[in-house]
């Protein structure tokens, strides 16, 4: 049943980037230049929430998650993922859990941002230096992300989330497959 959901909300999430041009959408990179100025002080927040996330505090970043039966995650942690609040919610708790308060801070690189409106994404790298699990120092962490943000009573909040340790690109092979 989680696959079909799933696949369901990738159908959906696709429907609304090929949708996005016909509803008025505006694509940025740099998010100085966001002209949605409710998005553009959200982005700021949510790099807040980042921070403080991994400084082993989630409370913000759960303030400004959606709280709905189709919240969803496949965090950085790998697993299959997680649908519905109740278990991204604690999904959030153990994960910013693994980091220790170390002052560390979150440095976003967007390759993306689409903003509609009521619908917005990010692509990005989030470069920082934590301390994770038992490690006794900060050491870098570089994770690729795309988040899917949703107003919900007129607050954006984060819908989805899918982050992984960004690896060396791998080059493609000529063997022909059997």
């Not at 002209?35 to 991994?54: A, G, H, N, P």
């Not at 790998?78 to 649908?83: Q, T």
């Not at 690729?144 to 982050?163: D, P, V």
Request: charge should be positive; charged fraction near 25%; include cysteine.
């Amino acid at each position: 049943m989680k696959k079909k959901t799933l696949f369901i909300a990738m159908i959906c999430f696709t429907g609304f980037l090929f949708s996005a041009p016909f509803t008025g959408y505006t694509q940025y990179v740099n998010p100085a230049a966001i002209t949605d100025s409710s998005f553009k002080t959200f982005l700021v927040k949510w790099e807040q929430c980042i921070t403080r996330f991994i400084n082993g505090d989630p409370t913000l970043w759960k303030q400004n998650s959606s709280q709905t039966d189709d919240a969803t995650i496949f965090g950085a942690f790998g697993g299959y993922g997680e649908k519905g609040w109740k278990d991204v919610g604690a999904r959030y708790d153990w994960a910013s859990s693994q980091y220790k308060p170390s002052g560390a801070k979150i440095k976003v690189e967007y390759l993306s941002i689409i903003v509609s409106s009521d619908l917005a994404y990010t692509v990005g790298i989030e470069r920082s230096e934590a301390i994770l699990g038992d490690m006794k120092k900060t050491a870098p962490r570089v994770l690729r992300s795309t988040q899917i943000f949703r107003k919900e009573n007129g607050e954006w909040k984060l819908l989805h989330r899918h982050a992984d340790p960004l690896i060396e690109k791998k080059g493609a092979t000529t063997a022909e497959p059997k």
